[in-house]
């Protein structure tokens, strides 16, 4: 069974305090790891993409990088409007387009 | 650009009653859309793809004859509830895929709050 794991599950940082977020997965037949911001009550939010190892993506604050068997999003000086759940996910296996999900890390930014 | 829309955005209904559930895409379209399910404090859970013409696929343990989709046109997916129960009560996001080679991102719509009471 695919699984994408994420810790930690809640992570509180100061302000401009840079950490790294962290998702790990099943390894077989990888077709893509996506990292999601979602909001309280809302869908979530596309950010980023990642097919192979050694691939990053960044997008102001956040940069996305992918090995073998894991993803990180780094955060950098993050500000309190960076306050969200973020989630990762992979495509379900065999050859299906759906999205599985870990159960994402809750970011609080204290201002 | 890759919009989704979902309407309505919150609904309450009564037990035994059924509820339609709207998702477009606005900008683009969609060959592929997903249907979602999200408990509180869960992540989310994929119950069913959505394929423009042809019927939608389940995820095991995702009842087809009470989460009825329909795919009706490149723009829009319908998720009806029928004979909803208070545990069908849940948070329920669509979200559509972009295609293309190598392009498996899936857009979300905002949402949609089901209350059965």
């Known amino acids: 069974e695919d699984q994408v794991t994420q810790s930690p599950e809640a992570l509180r940082l100061q302000e401009g305090e840079s950490s790294s977020l962290n998702c790990s997965y099943t390894?077989?037949?990888?077709?893509?790891l996506f990292w999601y911001r979602q909001d309280p009550g809302k869908g979530p939010e596309f950010l980023f993409t990642?097919?192979?190892a050694g691939e990053e993506k960044e997008k102001e604050r956040l940069k996305a990088t992918l090995t073998k068997k894991e993803s990180f999003l780094h955060i950098t000086a993050p500000k309190p409007e960076d306050s969200a759940t973020y989630l990762c996910a992979r495509l379900t296996g065999g050859g299906a387009d759906g999205l599985t999900f870990g159960k994402g890390t809750h970011l609080i930014i204290q201002p | 650009g890759a919009v989704v829309s979902q309407h309505p955005s919150w609904v309450i209904c009564k037990s035994g009653t059924s509820v339609k559930i709207e998702c477009r895409s606005l900008d683009f379209q969609a060959t592929t859309m997903f249907w979602y399910r999200q408990f509180p404090k869960q992540s989310l859970m994929l119950m069913a793809t959505s394929n423009e013409g042809s019927k939608a696929t389940y995820e095991q343990g995702v009842e087809k004859d009470k989460f009825l989709i329909n795919h009706a046109s490149l723009t829009l997916s319908t998720l009806t509830v029928t004979s909803a129960h208070p545990e069908d009560s849940s948070f329920y996001i669509c979200?559509?895929?972009?295609?293309?080679?190598?392009?498996?991102?899936?857009?979300f719509g905002p949402g949609t709050r089901l209350t059965v009471t």
């Open positions: 979200s559509a895929r972009v295609g293309g080679i190598r392009r498996y991102e899936q857009y």
């Open positions: 390894v077989s037949g990888l077709r893509g």
């Open positions: 990642l097919y192979s």
